[in-house]
């Protein structure tokens, strides 16, 4: 934090647009696992072979953007 506080407002301000993309991204990510998920609730048994891929690239994906942000994972 101590860098944080030596960055000039620009460069506050970058920061905090890069946070909110990310933020954005993750909610993103979030609403397509969700939507994913109730498509395997719905599909038939042709389908959810694709779905359960889509989702669990997604959780792929929110796996390491968690550890890339912070570098825990629950």
Request: charged letters at 30%.
């Amino acid at each position: 934090m101590d860098s944080e506080n030596k960055l000039t407002p620009f460069a506050k301000a970058r920061l905090n647009i890069n946070k909110t993309a990310e933020n954005f991204n993750f909610y993103n990510s979030v609403e397509m696992l969700a939507i994913a998920i109730d498509g395997l609730k719905k599909a038939s048994s042709d389908e959810p072979d694709e779905l359960d891929i889509m989702c669990n690239n997604i959780i792929k994906e929110l796996c390491a953007f968690m550890l890339e942000r912070d570098g825990t994972w629950n």
